[in-house]
């Protein structure tokens, strides 16, 4: 497929025209891509009625039309959107002019367009990108200036003042074809619709132009005696001075007319562009998207560019006058809010028919909205770090309240013991000075259990461990898992419904930590002689660990809390532990891509699911 980007650059039908010979001669589907930028609002009727008959021709050729408005940003989206478009199909060839060569069409992507094909090119390595050449001889100097213009044409030009002559030549005909029928004087009428005609498209001075010439060659025609600028009959100096009167009359009703219309429409345009900013403002959450909604909406309105600068990007000494660009041409806007300046927005190359005050005022405006958004996401930023520090400071307590109350229980037993032996060491028999250093050791081994799983949990919650995986076999998993117990359960009250040939995908380390919580946890909840099933079931999207016990199971409404830092069971009456196994067991699941749940069937049954990896290879034992 060939694609062909066309633009308001004056070279659309040639383009166009190009790509339909092409097309003949294959005789494949093409497509021809409209790229509506910011500059055609700027062009004169010449480009866009260029543009107009190029899409017309593409349509009746049978091209397929694509328009995509580049409003919001053009200089950032050309390229994406061109690329886009050709991944879209089968293109293999891509057409472009060579008339946005030092133009504002291809800001970002280099000065000259061989930058911007360069960049093309490498964005798209199965396509082909052509440069037509401009014919320029078919193309108006207003067009190859490159530079927004006017439908209007100046005073200097032989254009601004064919209008005038051109509508005294027609009025004169006219006048000449009713001249038998009608008094002389009723022809001065024709003459004023034609001064009408003329202010309603030209300005003041060619509005007076025409009045005064309609004057005189009504004079030389029509007065008698003919071919003579003196009348015979005196009235028709005061018919002279009357259709002066009512030609600069409604020459200047419609010059005020025109300019009240042409005020409208650029107050309505600056409303929209205010509009447009407010939009782009409400979806902005960072201040690089208010940034960019700032040079978009600058762009946008006047059709220059810009750069804002933030925080220690700030120029203290750098004066801010609005109205009167600094030496080196740049107008600078200050972002102003109520806590102080925020920033200051630097336009360069302000186009000279931009230059106005109200121009000027609007781009104070689009300051003013982007300061607010500023403000705004700053006090929202504030919110939410005063918020994290509140949850950071509920946490701790809750941490020091947990360590609190779970060290103090061990550590008064230890002094209690110890205290024991010393003070009584000599009243006291083999065996109970054998039972109190029995419970000085359990009660130190729970300490340095309680403390062992809250630097692990800190580790893996900073985020100091990243899980290092790899193909691991099911067996060797659930032996190391089983010898980390350390006795703390006897193998026979295990049982393993997996096939240890089976290899699974996780960090080795980290899974046997939490499958070594899982079973401590289930030793603790369950009877003296109660079961604990290890499951171990491959799927095709992951696989999944999961250990059962006969226990009374999990309360209902807790399926959540039992994976909180000290949540601790009272009401099952066994020996209490750390609380903090199964929310390792829950940061170990996270850290793999995983997650865990909890049920109770039968007994509590916690179940752990770990996706497969999408980069490695899986061994030939796996589901596919």
């Known amino acids: 497929?060939?694609?062909?980007?066309?633009?308001?650059?004056?070279?659309?039908?040639?383009?166009?025209?190009?790509?339909?010979?092409?097309?003949?001669?294959?005789?494949?589907?093409?497509?021809?891509?409209?790229?509506?930028?910011?500059?055609?609002?700027?062009?004169?009727?010449?480009?866009?009625?260029?543009?107009?008959?190029?899409?017309?021709?593409?349509?009746?050729?049978?091209?397929?039309?694509?328009?995509?408005?580049?409003?919001?940003?053009?200089?950032?989206?050309?390229?994406?959107?061109?690329?886009?478009?050709?991944?879209?199909?089968?293109?293999?060839?891509?057409?472009?002019?060579?008339?946005?060569?030092?133009?504002?069409?291809?800001?970002?992507?280099?000065?000259?367009?061989?930058?911007?094909?360069?960049?093309?090119?490498?964005?798209?390595?199965?396509?082909?990108?052509?440069?037509?050449?401009?014919?320029?001889?078919?193309?108006?100097?207003?067009?190859?200036?490159?530079?927004?213009?006017?439908?209007?044409?100046?005073?200097?030009?032989?254009?601004?003042?064919?209008?005038?002559?051109?509508?005294?030549?027609?009025?004169?005909?006219?006048?000449?074809?009713?001249?038998?029928?009608?008094?002389?004087?009723?022809?001065?009428?024709?003459?004023?619709?034609?001064?009408?005609?003329?202010?309603?498209?030209?300005?003041?001075?060619?509005?007076?132009?025409?009045?005064?010439?309609?004057?005189?060659?009504?004079?030389?025609?029509?007065?008698?005696?003919?071919?003579?600028?003196?009348?015979?009959?005196?009235?028709?100096?005061?018919?002279?001075?009357?259709?002066?009167?009512?030609?600069?009359?409604?020459?200047?009703?419609?010059?005020?007319?025109?300019?009240?219309?042409?005020?409208?429409?650029?107050?309505?345009?600056?409303?929209?562009?205010?509009?447009?900013?407010?939009?782009?403002?409400?979806?902005?959450?960072?201040?690089?998207?208010?940034?960019?909604?700032?040079?978009?909406?600058?762009?946008?309105?006047?059709?220059?560019r810009a750069r804002v600068l933030l925080g220690d990007e700030l120029q203290p000494d750098a004066p801010l006058h609005p109205q009167v660009p600094s030496p080196d041409g740049v107008y600078r806007f200050s972002l102003n809010a109520s806590s102080g300046p925020l920033g200051v927005l630097h336009v360069d190359h302000l186009p000279e028919e931009r230059q106005a005050v109200e121009e000027l005022h609007l781009l104070q405006a689009l300051s003013n909205q982007a300061a607010i958004a500023l403000d705004r996401c700053n006090a929202e930023l504030r919110s939410q770090q005063i918020a994290i520090q509140a949850e950071t400071e509920r946490v701790r307590n809750t941490l020091l309240a947990g360590i609190s109350h779970d060290f103090r229980t061990p550590l008064t037993a230890i002094i209690g013991a110890a205290t024991t032996v010393l003070t009584q060491g000599s009243q006291i028999t083999p065996e109970q000075h054998e039972a109190l250093l029995r419970n000085l050791l359990d009660q130190a081994q729970r300490l340095q259990s309680l403390t062992s799983d809250l630097l692990d949990l800190a580790r893996l919650q900073d985020g100091a461990v990243q899980p290092d995986c790899e193909w691991c076999p099911v067996g060797e998993l659930v032996r190391d898992a089983l010898a980390l117990v350390h006795g703390g359960t006897q193998a026979g009250r295990v049982d393993i419904q997996a096939n240890e040939e089976d290899v699974v995908w996780c960090d080795p380390r980290l899974i046997t930590q939490a499958m070594s919580n899982l079973l401590i946890n289930a030793v603790q909840h369950s009877p003296p002689q109660g079961r604990i099933t290890v499951t171990v079931r491959l799927d095709q999207d992951d696989w999944m660990l999961s250990v059962r016990d006969q226990g009374r199971g999990v309360l209902p409404g807790q399926e959540v809390e039992v994976f909180r830092k000290f949540h601790s069971d009272h009401s099952s009456g066994s020996a209490s532990g750390t609380g903090l196994g199964l929310a390792i067991c829950d940061v170990v699941a996270r850290l793999h891509g995983g997650q865990i749940s909890a049920r109770s069937d039968g007994g509590a049954v916690f179940e752990m699911s770990i996706p497969w990896p999408a980069n490695e290879p899986r061994p030939l034992s796996l589901p596919e």
């Open 1 to 304: 497929m060939l694609l062909v980007c066309v633009m308001a650059d004056g070279q659309a039908l040639q383009l166009v025209r190009h790509a339909c010979q092409h097309q003949h001669a294959k005789g494949e589907p093409w497509r021809v891509l409209h790229l509506d930028t910011m500059s055609a609002r700027y062009a004169n009727f010449a480009v866009k009625q260029d543009l107009e008959q190029a899409l017309q021709l593409a349509r009746e050729e049978g091209a397929q039309i694509v328009h995509s408005s580049l409003n919001m940003n053009a200089s950032g989206h050309l390229m994406s959107h061109i690329v886009q478009q050709a991944q879209s199909g089968t293109v293999s060839d891509v057409l472009l002019g060579d008339q946005a060569t030092g133009t504002v069409y291809w800001p970002g992507s280099g000065e000259r367009l061989s930058d911007f094909t360069a960049l093309l090119g490498a964005s798209l390595p199965n396509a082909q990108v052509h440069v037509l050449v401009a014919q320029r001889r078919q193309i108006s100097p207003a067009i190859r200036s490159g530079r927004w213009s006017s439908d209007r044409p100046m005073r200097r030009s032989w254009r601004f003042w064919s209008l005038p002559i051109v509508v005294l030549l027609l009025c004169t005909a006219l006048g000449a074809l009713i001249a038998d029928q009608l008094h002389p004087i009723n022809l001065i009428l024709i003459y004023l619709v034609g001064v009408l005609y003329v202010a309603l498209h030209r300005d003041l001075v060619a509005s007076v132009f025409t009045v005064v010439g309609a004057i005189l060659v009504f004079d030389w025609i029509f007065v008698e005696p003919r071919w003579s600028l003196k009348p015979a009959d005196p009235e028709y100096f005061f018919t002279f001075a009357i259709t002066l009167c009512v030609g600069l009359a409604v020459s200047r009703l419609a010059t005020r007319a025109r300019t009240a219309a042409a005020s409208a429409l650029a107050l309505a345009d600056r409303a929209q562009s205010l509009s447009l900013m407010a939009q782009s403002l409400s979806t902005a959450h960072t201040p690089k998207d208010i940034e960019r909604a700032l040079l978009d909406a600058v762009e946008r309105g006047v059709g220059a």
